[in-house]
């Protein structure tokens, strides 16, 4: 969900007043657009008369290890996630064509972010240890020598 934070409410804007627009992932995790480039080519797949005119693909490009917006453990979860979309240049790289606009795919870059974004930001859940039963430990223990008594019967008897 993309969010235009500053404007006032009719839509005007005071002197000197900024509009930061915004990729809001969770309410703690918000990064301004202007992190983010955007190239456009042309498409493929169909498209009628404009799909050889028209720059409608969408490739976002976002610097993650120099991004201030998101904390170390999210950046570290992200990149060990998502590691084989980050380019040499060290760019995580998004790309869209799935609409005939270019504003929709950009929408749809974003988006396709926000879902990794918020998967990133989900700490794992920590393994508590456990042991098994004593029933467990008994079933385990007697199918042992069940298997043990089978391939003792399969030997030759010894010799007298």
């Not at 000197?16 to 309410?27: D, I, K, Q, S, T």
């Not at 799909?51 to 969408?58: E, F, L, P, Q, T």
């Not at 290890?65 to 990149?79: N, Q, T, Y």
């Amino acid at each position: 969900m993309v969010f235009v934070v500053g404007l006032a409410l009719g839509g005007a804007r005071r002197h000197g007043e900024r509009v930061l627009a915004m990729l809001v992932v969770n309410p703690r995790l918000k990064i301004p657009l202007r992190e983010f480039r955007f190239t456009f080519a042309r498409s493929s797949g169909p498209g009628g008369q404009n799909v050889n005119k028209v720059n409608s693909k969408a490739t976002l490009r976002w610097r993650v290890a120099h991004s201030p917006s998101i904390p170390e453990a999210v950046k570290a979860r992200l990149v060990a996630r998502y590691g084989r979309r980050i380019n040499a240049a060290g760019e995580l790289v998004i790309t869209s064509q799935r609409f005939r606009d270019a504003g929709r795919n950009v929408a749809d870059c974003l988006e396709k972010l926000r879902q990794m974004l918020a998967e990133a930001a989900r700490a794992p859940k920590r393994r508590k240890p456990t042991r098994p039963t004593r029933a467990a430990r008994e079933k385990r223990l007697a199918h042992k020598h069940k298997h043990s008594r089978k391939k003792e019967l399969r030997r030759r008897p010894p010799c007298e």
